[in-house]
């Protein structure tokens, strides 16, 4: 299948998200196992690590060995998470495609993740906007707006301070910025209104949507952000993951069910739902006794299922 | 809060479609007070039973008792689940607002489910709506087309069959058809696409949208339909239920978690969250050791959350 008939990218972000969340530590070998499962399943975005001091994340701490491995397969866009410029210029020396920075809209959120204000946060970005274009300037660079639909420490977030942060990300030289639902706060209607306005804001540079199943909204609000014209997802496979930071937050939206659901509905992600349950499997192994979520994988696919909306 | 500023009908069917999926059986005294607890909510139209043989389903033999009880409030719609005229005529006499009668869509859930083709079921429908109308005319008459979306014994179920069978009863005098995702197969391309084609085609007494959560996309799938204009959704608290027939398929759309989708987005159910947690607990002391399920009583509502979508 070619990526040119791809209408919905799924930008999977369980071996960077999924595993920096849980307690377990993968090894490197299981992950470059994963890691190619989903490529051979069709996945061409993969979140493999996050760059930071390896006695906060352990399970980070072989971030650029990961990124060396992704980046044997030619058409995987690599993606790394880094929180600061140090985390910058350890992924774009490791070699990745791009990188991903979480701001959060809330400023309680901001200073809990990162102990930075979003006015810190902004400079920060203009440092390494600065050094990307000084020594790595293919490299993308991606804002995803963290608690664009609410917070576990202040509760609502204005919409328009997220429009606001998303504006200066641009401003700054920001590729694109997409909106997080951090902590399973958000709903359709609200998903729809918000990423109307991005892309009202800051035009095609609108990204991704990552959205949290915590209350069980986690694909209505995909429906919803496709609905509204969003095309690349951010999902974990198993659901492994969330963000440590927000109390009572959990749970990122199932990449084997979102898959489903667009392949249902007849829209191409380009990835076999067979090929993703075997890399579901070799997630399983590289983490024996951890939870693995997904109610497609358990109820299995419908009786005659075929893609494009055949049921 | 009147019944006229409601703006979407949550049809509770856990007393009927969930106590009879399950082993257990809930004493009368806990059914009561549960439909009481689900009342105290704003819940105003509750499925309690069904009137079948109780050498087959000894969870439903206190149906009559338990229409009785529900009529002590004065505004709440009772339902009941009938398989035939005789079960029509029993929910008839124990005194019910309504009637409910599944007819499948797929020929061979028809024969599984009820022995009976789904012509006979039309024929079952006449002398149904024949002893209505001599008796008890105010009593109204909804059919749910069940395995609507496909089948987990025949695989797909096609389109023009459903269309064809929800014209035939309504021919036959049927006051409203709903269709039933019976086997969690539907996806929200189809559930539009089927929902605009029902309306196409029987008008205004195009009934409730009745989906399961077995693949995950139950809250989706209750949104898609909710854009194509359905206002009338069951649901079951804690999705207890399923339908025993249709091997694999489990998972009524959970109420608790429907009602904080819609009132998140700030449309109307008249259902109070807080009350309907109580509701659940109600539930809960009268199903020990059952599991009992829904995403937004165990995250919690989100902080600072109020309706009218102010998160």
Chains 1, 2 share one sequence.
């Not at 490197?28 to 979140?47: D, M, V």
């Not at 440092?127 to 509760?155: D, M, S, W, Y």
């Not at 641009?170 to 639902?181: F, H, K, Q, T």
Request: glycine share 10%; net charge negative; with cysteine.
């Amino acid at each position: 299948m070619s990526n040119a008939s791809i209408e919905v990218l799924i930008s999977e972000v369980g071996p960077r998200d999924g595993l920096q969340s849980i307690q377990s530590i993968m090894p490197t070998a299981n992950k470059e196992l994963w890691i190619n499962a989903l490529y051979q399943s069709g996945i061409r975005e993969i979140e493999v690590a996050s760059f930071v001091p390896a006695k906060l994340l352990p399970q980070m701490a072989d971030a650029a060995d990961v990124v060396r491995y992704a980046k044997t397969f030619p058409d995987l866009t690599v993606l790394a998470l880094v929180p600061n410029l140090k985390g910058a210029e350890a992924a774009i020396q490791a070699g990745v495609d791009k990188i991903t920075i979480p701001v959060s809209a809330s400023a309680a959120h901001s200073l809990a993740n990162v102990r930075k204000t979003r006015e810190e946060m902004i400079e920060e970005l203009k440092k390494i906007i600065g050094f990307r274009n000084a020594h790595a300037p293919l490299v993308q660079v991606e804002v995803g707006i963290a608690t664009a639909f609410g917070c576990t420490l202040q509760g609502m977030v204005p919409e328009d301070e997220v429009i606001w942060l998303a504006e200066q990300v641009i401003e700054v030289g920001v590729d694109e910025a997409g909106l997080s639902d951090t902590t399973g706060y958000a709903n359709p209607a609200q998903i729809k209104r918000l990423f109307k306005r991005l892309r009202n804001a800051i035009g095609n540079k609108a990204g991704a949507a990552h959205l949290h199943n915590t209350r069980g909204l986690g694909l209505a609000n995909c429906l919803a952000a496709y609905e509204e014209g969003v095309r690349s997802f951010d999902s974990s496979m198993g659901g492994l993951g969330g963000c440590p930071y927000a109390p009572g937050a959990s749970g990122n939206v199932v990449t084997e069910d979102l898959v489903f659901m667009f392949e249902a509905m007849g829209v191409n992600t380009g990835v076999s739902l067979e090929k993703l349950f075997e890399a579901r499997e070799v997630l399983r192994l590289g983490l024996p006794g951890e939870a693995i979520y997904g109610m497609v994988p358990e109820a299995g696919l419908p009786k005659g299922f075929s893609k494009k909306g055949s049921i």
